[in-house]
C-alpha cells in the first residue's frame, strides 16, 4: 500500500490515522483480532457519533439561513448548542471523519494479519 507516516500533510496533530495505516501496512500494529474487533465497534459507534454531530451542525446552519430574522426559539437554540460545540472542538469533529475510518481500517488490516499468522 506504500503509506508513510507524513503522507497526512496538514492533519490535525490529535490524530494519528496515517501513522496508524502505516504501522498496519507494515505489521508493525500487532492486535488480537477479537480485541481489534472490540475497538472497531467502538470506533464505528464513535463514527456514528461524529455524523450524527456534523448533521445537526449542518441542519442549524441551514435553518438559521432560512429563518433570517424570524428565528423560532427551538431553531435558535438548536444554532447556538451547534456554533458553541464547534468552538469547543475547534473544528475536530470534521477531522474526526476524516481520521477514524483510517483507524477503522488500520485494525482490520491487524486483525487479519494476526488471523493469517501461524
Same mark, same amino acid.
Given at each position: 500500500?506504500g503509506r508513510?507516516?507524513d503522507?497526512?500533510g #496538514? @492533519?490535525?496533530? #490529535?490524530?494519528?490515522? #496515517?501513522?496508524f495505516?502505516?504501522? @498496519?501496512d507494515?505489521?508493525?500494529?500487532?492486535v #488480537?483480532?477479537?480485541h481489534a474487533?472490540?475497538?472497531?465497534?467502538e470506533?464505528?459507534?464513535?463514527?456514528?457519533?461524529?455524523?450524527a454531530?456534523?448533521?445537526r451542525?449542518?441542519?442549524?446552519?441551514?435553518?438559521?439561513?432560512?429563518?433570517? @430574522?424570524?428565528?423560532?426559539?427551538?431553531?435558535?437554540?438548536?444554532?447556538?448548542?451547534?456554533?458553541?460545540?464547534?468552538?469547543?472542538t475547534?473544528?475536530?469533529?470534521?477531522q474526526?471523519?476524516?481520521?477514524?475510518?483510517?483507524y477503522?481500517?488500520?485494525?482490520?488490516?491487524?486483525?487479519?494479519?494476526?488471523?493469517?499468522?501461524?
Amino acid at each position: 500500500m506504500g503509506r508513510r507516516p507524513d503522507d497526512a500533510g #496538514d @492533519a490535525a496533530e #490529535d490524530f494519528a490515522g #496515517d501513522l496508524f495505516l502505516y504501522l @498496519a501496512d507494515k505489521g508493525l500494529l500487532v492486535v #488480537d483480532p477479537e480485541h481489534a474487533e472490540r475497538v472497531i465497534a467502538e470506533l464505528d459507534r464513535t463514527l456514528d457519533i461524529v455524523k450524527a454531530r456534523l448533521r445537526r451542525r449542518e441542519i442549524a446552519r441551514r435553518l438559521r439561513a432560512a429563518a433570517g @430574522a424570524d428565528i423560532a426559539p427551538g431553531v435558535a437554540k438548536l444554532a447556538v448548542d451547534a456554533a458553541f460545540a464547534e468552538q469547543v472542538t475547534a473544528g475536530h469533529w470534521d477531522q474526526a471523519l476524516i481520521e477514524l475510518p483510517k483507524y477503522i481500517e488500520a485494525f482490520r488490516i491487524a486483525a487479519r494479519r494476526a488471523r493469517e499468522r501461524p
